[in-house]
């Protein structure tokens, strides 16, 4: 079974930077699609980034040029950098494997909060 633990969220100020951790177990992970999506309180679960097994990397609009989503193989982890963090960032912040053609697995989020 599948286990993602994401780490890293907290409060920042605008302008500021996170970068969050999912550390993955009981998968292939080298050979998975990994993602991170958030969910903002009232609003649907959104895709924000992907990476794939080849290191092609696909990004919401809303965050690209400030965001960066990053593998380490070795460590069976997942990051996404985020710098110039906005007031709209905040929200939940999940990690996910893709299997077969959807995301399946999720971890249990962690809260990012962006304050003005």
């Known amino acids: 079974q599948v286990q993602l633990v994401e780490s890293g969220g907290g409060l920042v100020q605008v302008g500021g930077s996170l970068r969050l951790s999912c550390a993955v177990s009981?998968?292939?992970?080298?050979?998975?699609?990994m993602g991170w999506f958030r969910q903002a309180p009232g609003k649907q679960r959104e895709l924000v980034a992907t990476i794939n097994s080849g290191y092609s990397r696909n990004y919401a609009d809303s965050v690209k040029g400030r965001f960066t989503i990053s593998r380490d193989n070795a460590k069976n982890t997942v990051y996404l950098q985020m710098n110039s963090l906005k007031p709209e960032d905040t929200a939940v912040y999940y990690c996910?494997?893709?299997?077969?053609?959807?995301?399946?697995?999720w971890g249990q989020g962690t809260q990012v909060t962006v304050s003005s």
């Open positions: 996910t494997i893709l299997v077969g053609d959807n995301f399946g697995s």
């Open positions: 009981g998968s292939t992970f080298s050979r998975n699609t």
